[in-house]
């Protein structure tokens, strides 16, 4: 039986993947300045802690949608069959 060599092509991500994977970075990283203060109180909890409970969750969202962007490029540049 003859050795089958298979051949992976690593492409670069998009441009929008890269930006929407970064938004959420950047959102919790540097806007510290920003809303670095315990008052208000929303929900129960100091602004700076909803802040960063909120991007958590806006994290996945974001990746969620950079995966969609990047399937969508992989459909178009796949040869058709």
Same mark, same amino acid.
């Given at each position: 039986?003859?050795?089958?060599?298979?051949?992976?092509?690593?492409? &670069?991500?998009?441009?929008?993947?890269l930006?929407?994977? @970064?938004?959420?970075?950047?959102?919790?990283?540097?806007?510290?300045?920003?809303?670095?203060?315990?008052?208000?109180?929303?929900?129960?909890?100091?602004?700076? @802690?909803?802040? @960063?409970?909120?991007?958590?969750? @806006?994290?996945?969202?974001?990746?969620?949608?950079?995966n &969609?962007?990047?399937?969508?490029?992989?459909?178009?540049?796949?040869p058709?069959?």
């Amino acid at each position: 039986m003859p050795a089958t060599r298979t051949t992976m092509t690593v492409k &670069r991500p998009s441009v929008a993947a890269l930006l929407l994977a @970064l938004v959420p970075f950047v959102a919790m990283c540097f806007s510290v300045p920003l809303w670095d203060r315990i008052d208000p109180i929303l929900f129960g909890l100091p602004f700076n @802690l909803l802040w @960063l409970i909120v991007w958590i969750v @806006l994290t996945s969202l974001c990746l969620w949608v950079a995966n &969609r962007v990047e399937a969508a490029r992989s459909r178009r540049a796949a040869p058709h069959r």
